[in-house]
């Protein structure tokens, strides 16, 4: 591995300011470069997407793909399996690809965390048909499945006649566990057959999901180690972790299988449990499971804020077991991408460890949303508040976003700073949940956030860097005294002063163009500083309003990007951004009214299209893009207190309704998979805080 790439990558992972200096053209890795095809048999489609920062999204090779889904539904057919076909990409005649632009991240998460599992990679390789196949144009008229309704990464299991089973598709949270339990369901749902030819031993019938079988092949084996360490992986595979706690336990009494063997499935039931402190130092030995237990020590030590000591594990676990499951599953998450950031899952927060909900391994549900019981706000803010920690990285800030390629990664270390300052915001307004972590959270993410070192100034989304920075000191300002007040005005000021700088002399700011949603945002910011005792240049204000009455249009819409005579746009494009744009014009005198509930009327409007465009990483519905969801969602809450007493009760009630429909199934949130989990959930816990019922 070239050095320094590496270098880069244990920068941007510990957030030194030297990768901040880091300019020059990446390489790109494939999945199959990275080995992450090896675990399961698949039949692949020769074209190949790779993360790049111009996107690829055309079909370049002539490929039958009818052709090979036809040939795997045969073969299902004469061994009464299932086809398992994975959808990494959607290119067909209608969106032509422009559905997702990093569709391949996702893709290599999926291949790293979901097909380089064990017991997945088992189940795929002896009861299905498994095949890696694009949704091109005859396949998505065949099925009849397109997006916006139908989105990568996805997965259709098709029975021998080529019928749809079920699908998934959207797949943002990658839990292996509920994959395994969900391929057994469809499994005992349709009958399939099992491979004899692998089914030898208990092992075999564990592998092809049979667990009736293997529990009556293990009773039968004399009493030892061997035995219980059976008992705990079904016990494990079935969700039941007291029994597997107990059956592991009495492996180790009567001396298991190897050591290593034992402390894997000892770490997989800590991390079942939300356990991560499976020992201080990496399991040792050479057992069959040895390679995963490093591996997933290295892994719990990232999830406990340390990813010096994972990054370590990672590398030390791709070296000493290269041609392991989990050797090629750690080199995913040491090679470093286009982005300067590692390729796999695990730096950014969607290689999970966190408990499922009972819930979620029950039925087959057709995404990785929240389909459990309506919860409380206190509830949704528990699970939001936990999830937040355990992202914090030991720098303090939280550096999970991979938003970094306009125009290069020189833009992290801003989009990182911002979503600290939304991250310790959202703590802030729910410390109620477990105070003391909260304010040691809230001690290191003010280090990470207010050094210099860890900005890149004059780069693109500094804008945020700053407006969300003041955002954190202006509510930290509402419960200070007034000595710790003071000098969180004079931050305030510092703040000020630089962002008076980059003020344009159009009076727009500009994230990575002068705009008007980001301005909006800014003078968000400086009114809320004001509110705090902090002096704003009045000629901030008065230029920006300007700005913002340029880019607005008759009908109410405001322009993308400069003035309305620029470009023009449509209510439903701009109505994600018109809340926030005539909300601040309204909060500084310049609107009125009518203008401002013709505002929220439109977002309220076309809600359920910039819903839809959520999870999407482009603009998926003209400027519609799921990059967007949760900045409008936020700080139209913050602004909606601007609306008459009815209309507010109205609203916040719509925005509490969202929140309940759109968490992942492990509680956490996230809009486009670039910004990440971090931004996601800080976002709907703010927003929460804003709509709650008391």
């Keep these: 591995m070239n050095i320094i790439r590496t ?41 190949v997407f790779i993360d790049a920062r111009s996107a690829k999204r055309s079909l370049d090779l002539e490929v039958d793909r009818a052709a090979i889904l036809d040939g795997a539904i045969e073969k299902a057919q004469a061994k009464n399996k299932l086809v398992f076909w994975y959808v990494p990409r959607i290119v067909e005649g209608e969106n032509k690809g422009r559905q997702m632009y990093r569709a391949p991240v996702l893709d290599l998460y999926a291949m790293q965390v979901l097909f380089h599992d064990p017991d997945v990679a088992a189940l795929l390789s002896t009861r299905f048909v498994p095949v890696r196949l694009v949704l091109d144009e005859p396949l998505a008229a ?20 080529g019928r749809v089973v079920h699908f998934v598709e959207r797949i943002r949270t990658f839990d292996a566990a509920w994959l395994d339990r969900l391929l057994r369901h469809l499994l005992d749902e349709t009958g399939a057959a099992a491979d004899a030819s692998t089914a030898a031993g208990p092992e075999g019938a564990l592998g092809q999901g049979r667990f009736e079988e293997a529990a009556r092949r293990i009773e039968a084996l004399p009493e030892s180690g061997r035995r219980s360490y059976l008992r705990a992986v079904l016990a494990r595979r079935q969700q039941d972790i007291p029994a597997a706690r107990t059956a592991l336990g009495e492996a180790k009494r009567l001396g298991g299988p190897a050591p290593a063997d034992l402390a894997a499935e000892s770490i997989r039931l800590d991390l079942a449990e939300g356990r991560l402190e499976p020992g201080d130092s990496p399991p040792s030995g050479d057992g069959i499971r040895a390679a995963e237990a490093a591996y ?7 999830w406990r804020g340390e990813a010096g000591a994972a990054r370590d594990g990672f590398a030390a676990v791709a070296s000493r077991w290269p041609d392991d499951m989990f050797g090629r599953r750690a080199r995913a998450n040491v090679e470093v991408g286009p982005d300067d950031r590692p390729y796999g899952a695990a730096f950014s927060g969607f290689e999970p460890v966190h408990p499922l909900p009972d819930w979620a391994f029950e039925g087959a549900h057709r995404d990785t949303l929240w389909h459990g019981p309506e919860r409380s706000d206190a509830e949704v803010a528990r699970r939001g508040v936990e999830f937040l920690l355990s992202m914090q990285r030991e720098t303090g800030g939280f550096q999970d976003s991979r938003y970094a390629y306009w125009p290069s990664p020189r833009i992290t270390p801003n989009a990182w700073i911002a979503i600290t300052a939304l991250a310790a915001t959202a703590l802030l307004e729910h410390r109620d949940v477990a105070p003391d972590r909260v ?79 980001c301005t909006a945002a800014m003078l968000w910011g400086l009114r809320l500083a ?18 913002l009455v340029s880019a607005r249009l008759e009908d109410g819409a405001f322009a993308y990007s400069g003035t309305a005579a620029r470009r023009k746009s449509s209510v439903k494009d701009s109505s994600a951004r018109m809340p926030v744009c005539e909300g601040m014009l309204f909060e500084l005198g ?41 900045h409008s969602l936020f700080h139209a809450s913050e602004l909606i207190r601007l609306l008459p007493d009815e209309l507010r009760a109205e609203g916040t009630a719509r925005m509490r309704a969202v929140l309940q429909r759109i968490p992942e199934m492990d509680g956490s949130f996230v809009d486009s998979h670039e910004i990440g989990r971090s931004y996601g959930t800080a976002m709907a816990l703010l927003t929460l805080a804003n709509v709650r019922e008391d």
């Design 142 to 161: 065949r099925f009849d499945l397109r997006p916006l309704g139908f989105v990568e990464p996805a997965i259709l299991v098709l029975d021998g006649r």
């Design 590 to 630: 310049q609107s009125d009214p009518e203008r401002l509930r013709a505002a929220f009327d439109a977002y309220w409007d076309n809600l359920a299209r910039i819903e839809q465009v959520r999870r999407n990483d482009f603009h998926s519905d003209g400027e519609l893009g799921g990059f967007f969801f949760f």
């Design 296 to 302: 997933l020590h290295a892994l719990a030590a990232w």
């Design 7 to 47: 270098v880069v990558a244990t920068c941007l992972a510990l957030g030194c300011a030297a990768a901040q200096e880091q300019e020059k053209p990446q390489p790109t890795a494939t999945f199959v470069e990275l080995g992450l095809h090896e675990s399961v048999p698949w039949t692949l489609d020769p074209e």
């Design 530 to 547: 004001e509110g705090a005792g902090a002096q704003v240049p009045p000629e901030m204000f008065s230029r920006g309003v300007a700005a």
């Design 439 to 517: 304010d040691d959270a809230l001690r290191r993410a003010e280090d990470y956030m207010f050094d210099p070192a860890h900005l890149n100034r004059g780069d693109n989304e500094d804008v945020y860097a700053d407006t969300y920075r003041l955002l954190y000191l202006s509510r930290r300002h509402q419960g200070a005294d007034d000595g710790a007040r003071a000098a969180l005005v004079a931050r305030m000021h510092a703040i000020i002063e630089e962002a008076g700088t980059r003020q344009r002399e159009s009076g727009f700011f500009a994230h990575e163009y002068e705009n008007a949603f």
